[in-house]
Every structure is written in structure tokens, then in C-alpha cells.
């Protein structure tokens, strides 16, 4: 079992829809959480971190779960500029980020 | 505020040829990650240097070797280059004692060998 798995996707919405993304991760020591960004051909950039109690930045909520070992990204009122690669990224005990392998989002008009 | 940096840009090579790629740290940052990412994938951890001194190793062979230097500058050399090692190779800094907080990344190094 891989240590973060996503779903690939893509994921196609329309502008102004709402869309979900999962993430599940295996190694329960597991100390922090991120959500990263990634544009075709650009590299990872943070988009929030993840925390117990949830945390939501302007159309972005991010979710933990860890009794059930997964974490979340909801992206309300999705935006053109939204199409991207979400990558769910794991700290483990030793604090190495792992990262998944990235969900795909595109947003059309 | 400059942030991590990475060169060359590209890089194309032939298989069994040798391969440095260097890293300039985020100012502040003292911890320099090197990560591969091949297409459609997520970023795959190599290493991490920290005190001039390999830290941490992930799942690659010792054809993948580094150095970090007493600037926190860093180099990532492969050897006997593959085929299989053309990818985008992330350079990602960070400050060893905020563990909690995400990386920076370089926008990166694509390598290609033929």
C-alpha cells in the first residue's frame, strides 16, 4: 500500500461548481499535513496546511481526519485559474513530506 | 527575498554519462531536500542534507549521490545515467527546526537522457 494515495483524477467541473478531493495515508505517526499546487510543468507550491480542527482559507477548506487516516481539499466556487495538480503531502515521523501522486482539477467555462 | 534556485533549467544527457545539479537554499533556510518527479507523478524523495551531512535517504540507488556546502548551497550528482532517470528533479529548502511547516521549492531541473 502506498503511503499517500489520491485519486488521479482528472476531475472536470464547471466554473462555479464545488469539488472535493480525497486523501488517504498510511503511516498513522504521522505529524502534519499539506495541500500543494501544481501547475503543468511548474513546481509544487504550498496551498495550506492541514489541521486537526480544519482550517479554511478564502474558497479553500482543508479537512483532517485522523482516526480514519485521510485528509481533505474542498474548492468552492471553482475558478478558471483553479486547473491545476492538487498534491496531498504527508509528514511522517520523521518528518520527510511525502507526497501523493496529485489529483487533476479542470475547471471549464 | 530570493528563493530557492536551481540550475541548469534543462539538461539533456546520454545514458552512462554523470549529471550535477545544483541548489541555492531560500535565505534563512539551512535544510535543502532534492526530490525526482517523473510524468504524472508525484514528487519522489531522495534525500536531505542538513549540516553539510546526509540526513535522511529515500528509495534510490547510490548511483544518486550529494553534497551540501557550508553556504547551505546543495548538489545532486547521478552517475551511469538511465534512461529511466529523465525527470523534473525538485530542489525543495526548509528550516530544520520549523518542521512543521511546508517547503519552497525551485522550479526545478528537467533532465532528459537519450
Known amino acids: 500500500r502506498k503511503e499517500v494515495e489520491q485519486d488521479p483524477g482528472p476531475f472536470n467541473v464547471p466554473e462555479g461548481a464545488t469539488v472535493a478531493f480525497n486523501c488517504t495515508y498510511s503511516n498513522s505517526a504521522s505529524q502534519s499535513f499539506f495541500w500543494y499546487r501544481q501547475d503543468c510543468r511548474k513546481e509544487p507550491k504550498l496551498l495550506m496546511s492541514v489541521y486537526s480542527s480544519g482550517n479554511e482559507d478564502g474558497r479553500f477548506t482543508a479537512q483532517l481526519n485522523r482516526a480514519s487516516q485521510y485528509i481533505s481539499l474542498l474548492i468552492r466556487d471553482s475558478k478558471l485559474s483553479d486547473s491545476a495538480t492538487y498534491l496531498c503531502v504527508v509528514n511522517g515521523g520523521s518528518y520527510i513530506p511525502t507526497f501523493g501522486r496529485g489529483t487533476s482539477l479542470i475547471v471549464h467555462p | 527575498d530570493a528563493g530557492v534556485t536551481q540550475s541548469p533549467t534543462h539538461l539533456i544527457k546520454t545514458r552512462g554519462q554523470q549529471v550535477t545539479l545544483r541548489c541555492s537554499p531560500k535565505?534563512?533556510?539551512?535544510?535543502v531536500s532534492w526530490y525526482q518527479q517523473a510524468l504524472g507523478q508525484g514528487p519522489q524523495f531522495i534525500f536531505q542534507y542538513y549540516e553539510e551531512e546526509e540526513r535522511q535517504r529515500g528509495n534510490f540507488p547510490d548511483r544518486f549521490s550529494g553534497h551540501q556546502f557550508p553556504n547551505y548551497s546543495s548538489e545532486l550528482n547521478v552517475n551511469a545515467l538511465l534512461l529511466g532517470d529523465s525527470a523534473l528533479y525538485l530542489c525543495?529548502?526548509?528550516?530544520?527546526?520549523?518542521?512543521?511547516?511546508?517547503?519552497?521549492f525551485g522550479s526545478g531541473t528537467r533532465l532528459t537522457v537519450v
Open positions: 535565505s534563512g533556510h539551512d535544510t
Open positions: 525543495a529548502s526548509s528550516l530544520a527546526q520549523d518542521r512543521d511547516y511546508g517547503y519552497t
